[in-house]
């Protein structure tokens, strides 16, 4: 379980994250929705580490995630990059193998290819791929080739971090589609950003908004139609006029 | 006004410090990271191949076209002296204890400086350097290490084969403009080049090498959002490192030959 408590961060004279309370059930899917520059991104790097928050803590299965083994924590986690933030100089194969063929359980490179290209193949791209490098792919390709990233050690926390921005919608729908099916496949937690409703409804269990540097309403993604929540009203349905400004 | 003259003066003076403190620790933990596992052999080969290797053609040209032209310079000033002899000597010592390592490391500055500050600038824009970290991956050793070892080992190589091409540039010019005997050139050569004067290229061509390594890593990892930013770190890694090379030959200058 991923819990954050009292969460500040603060960029010069920018409070991007005013006290964020949030938690995570273990096995859950929760996607964090809210405008774009809300602070969903620091969020979830708050939550890597990548990012020290200024005040509060965020908590592990009940350790704080800035103590102990740092490479045994991040062991646990997988992430999918915005914009798939695959190594250039590397091969698709080498991409997704990046983990398994480094620290005290390396694989032999044999072994991790052979992962590699199963990975591959369960995000629906074909042993062909492996030997290309990420600048060959097409933008829906690479999501899925930092998707096959993301789960090549197995890991058992996944972030996804607009899975689907710059995607047609129909490729959108395929990547919702499969980050659903590998969450649920693997019984992993999963930790989405988006401002894709689509995504929200095909990959959430639970939905939280962030607005403000706080979580303005947080449920299951059954009853987020059903809120009063004037915030999440706007946002889901897309309207100018409400309490969110439009123009930021 | 008085307190406002001295603001001016003073915010660039503690900025200009606070900037060699930030690389003076940039520096300590890639030394710090040196001996201590995991080492990145393929990414060491891969940055000897790069820094080394593909840096051969620049410097070569340099030197060969730098000894030329100082063999004529030194004809031509040594003649008002009836002193033209010391061609080939003057040619050697300048090209192995001055030129050599300066022209070479301005030019591998300009090259491979640049080209590292880009490279790991772009990732970090691009979000790479956050996802080595997810994956368990210390972007300062994966990146930085390789290559500040290759540059720091490539540097003197590249000197070594400079400081013979730029001699052989002075020879060529020497036997074909200046009439000089190709036996009695390579020979006043051989006798008058001391040891030192080779050894101590070669040690300023491995601190060269190390800043401009050290400086492309630096403002790459340090590099601001966006193409602009990039092209910043790129800017300011080439002028770093260019000016740093030029006030580190003064001092190792000083350290080496001043007794």
Same mark, same amino acid.
């Given at each position: 379980?991923?819990?954050?408590?009292?969460?500040?961060?603060?960029?010069?004279?920018?409070?991007?994250?005013?006290?964020?309370?949030?938690?995570?059930?273990?096995?859950?899917?929760?996607?964090?929705?809210?405008?774009?520059? !809300?602070?969903?991104?620091?969020?979830?790097?708050?939550?890597?580490?990548?990012?020290?928050?200024? !005040?509060? *803590?965020?908590?592990?299965?009940?350790?704080?995630?800035?103590?102990?083994?740092?490479?045994?924590?991040?062991?646990?986690?997988?992430?999918?990059?915005?914009?798939?933030?695959?190594?250039?100089? =590397?091969?698709?194969?080498?991409?997704?193998?990046?983990?398994?063929?480094?620290?005290?359980?390396?694989?032999?490179?044999?072994?991790?290819?052979?992962?590699?290209?199963?990975?591959?193949?369960?995000?629906?791209?074909?042993?062909?791929?492996?030997?290309?490098?990420?600048?060959?792919?097409?933008?829906?390709?690479?999501?899925?080739?930092?998707?096959?990233?993301?789960?090549?050690?197995?890991?058992?926390?996944?972030?996804?971090?607009?899975?689907?921005?710059? =995607?047609?919608?129909?490729?959108?729908?395929?990547?919702?589609?499969?980050? @659903?099916?590998?969450?649920?496949?693997?019984?992993?937690?999963?930790?989405?950003?988006?401002?894709?409703?689509?995504?929200?409804?095909?990959?959430?269990?639970?939905?939280?908004?962030?607005?403000?540097?706080?979580?303005?309403?947080?449920?299951?993604?059954?009853?987020?139609?059903?809120?009063?929540?004037?915030?999440?009203?706007?946002?889901?349905?897309?309207?100018?006029?409400?309490?969110?400004?439009? +123009?930021? | 006004?008085?307190?406002?003259?001295?603001?001016?003066?003073?915010?660039?003076?503690?900025?200009?410090?606070?900037?060699?403190?930030?690389?003076?620790?940039?520096?300590?933990?890639?030394?710090?990271?040196?001996? @201590?596992?995991? $080492?990145?052999?393929?990414?060491?080969?891969?940055?000897?191949?790069?820094?080394?290797?593909?840096?051969?053609?620049?410097?070569?040209?340099?030197?060969?076209? *730098?000894?030329?032209?100082?063999?004529?310079?030194?004809?031509?000033?040594?003649?008002? $002296?009836?002193?033209?002899?010391?061609?080939?000597?003057?040619?050697?010592?300048?090209?192995?204890?001055?030129?050599?390592?300066?022209?070479?490391?301005?030019?591998?500055?300009?090259?491979?400086?640049?080209?590292?500050?880009?490279?790991?600038?772009?990732?970090?824009?691009?979000?790479?350097?956050?996802?080595?970290? *997810?994956?368990?991956?210390?972007?300062?050793?994966?990146?930085?290490?390789?290559?500040?070892?290759?540059?720091?080992?490539?540097?003197?190589?590249?000197?070594? !084969?400079?400081?013979?091409?730029?001699?052989?540039?002075?020879?060529?010019?020497?036997?074909?403009?200046?009439?000089?005997?190709?036996?009695?050139?390579?020979?006043?050569?051989?006798?008058?080049?001391?040891?030192?004067?080779?050894?101590?290229?070669?040690?300023?061509?491995?601190?060269?090498?190390?800043? +401009?390594?050290?400086?492309?890593?630096?403002?790459?990892?340090?590099?601001?959002?966006?193409?602009?930013?990039?092209?910043?770190?790129?800017?300011?890694?080439?002028?770093?490192?260019?000016?740093?090379?030029?006030?580190?030959?003064?001092?190792?200058?000083?350290?080496?030959?001043?007794?």
């Amino acid at each position: 379980m991923i819990e954050l408590r009292g969460v500040h961060k603060r960029f010069g004279t920018n409070r991007v994250l005013q006290g964020v309370d949030l938690t995570i059930a273990k096995g859950t899917s929760m996607v964090i929705i809210g405008g774009s520059g !809300t602070g969903k991104s620091v969020l979830l790097k708050c939550i890597l580490g990548l990012v020290r928050p200024d !005040t509060g *803590t965020i908590t592990l299965d009940g350790q704080d995630v800035t103590a102990g083994d740092r490479d045994a924590f991040l062991a646990r986690f997988g992430m999918l990059f915005q914009g798939g933030a695959l190594f250039d100089s =590397l091969r698709v194969w080498e991409n997704v193998a990046f983990r398994l063929v480094r620290g005290p359980k390396a694989l032999p490179k044999h072994a991790a290819r052979e992962v590699a290209v199963e990975k591959l193949r369960r995000v629906g791209l074909k042993p062909e791929v492996a030997d290309l490098f990420p600048a060959e792919l097409s933008g829906g390709m690479q999501k899925r080739v930092g998707l096959a990233r993301a789960i090549a050690a197995e890991p058992e926390i996944i972030f996804f971090d607009e899975p689907t921005t710059g =995607l047609d919608p129909i490729m959108s729908g395929v990547i919702n589609d499969l980050i @659903r099916e590998i969450v649920v496949e693997m019984g992993a937690t999963a930790m989405t950003i988006t401002h894709d409703m689509s995504s929200v409804r095909a990959i959430a269990d639970n939905v939280a908004m962030l607005h403000g540097g706080v979580i303005r309403w947080t449920g299951p993604v059954s009853e987020m139609d059903a809120t009063l929540d004037p915030y999440v009203q706007q946002f889901i349905h897309g309207r100018a006029d409400g309490p969110i400004e439009s +123009v930021r | 006004m008085i307190a406002a003259a001295l603001g001016g003066i003073g915010r660039p003076v503690l900025q200009a410090i606070a900037a060699v403190g930030r690389v003076a620790l940039f520096a300590a933990s890639i030394l710090g990271h040196l001996l @201590r596992p995991p $080492f990145y052999l393929r990414e060491l080969g891969a940055s000897l191949l790069q820094i080394g290797w593909y840096s051969l053609p620049v410097v070569g040209l340099t030197a060969i076209f *730098t000894g030329g032209a100082l063999a004529l310079q030194i004809y031509a000033g040594g003649s008002r $002296f009836n002193a033209e002899s010391v061609v080939p000597s003057i040619v050697a010592i300048g090209m192995t204890r001055e030129l050599g390592p300066v022209l070479g490391g301005l030019m591998v500055a300009a090259r491979v400086a640049s080209s590292i500050a880009a490279e790991i600038g772009t990732m970090k824009v691009t979000e790479q350097i956050d996802a080595l970290v *997810t994956l368990s991956t210390n972007p300062l050793k994966y990146l930085a290490v390789p290559r500040v070892v290759a540059a720091t080992l490539a540097m003197p190589v590249l000197v070594a !084969t400079g400081d013979a091409i730029g001699i052989m540039g002075g020879w060529l010019v020497g036997i074909t403009r200046l009439d000089f005997n190709s036996a009695a050139y390579l020979k006043n050569t051989v006798d008058f080049l001391q040891g030192w004067d080779v050894g101590s290229g070669l040690v300023k061509g491995a601190v060269f090498g190390f800043i +401009v390594a050290l400086m492309g890593c630096y403002h790459g990892m340090n590099s601001a959002r966006g193409a602009q930013g990039v092209g910043a770190a790129t800017k300011s890694a080439v002028v770093s490192a260019s000016v740093m090379i030029l006030a580190a030959n003064y001092v190792l200058t000083e350290v080496f030959f001043s007794s």
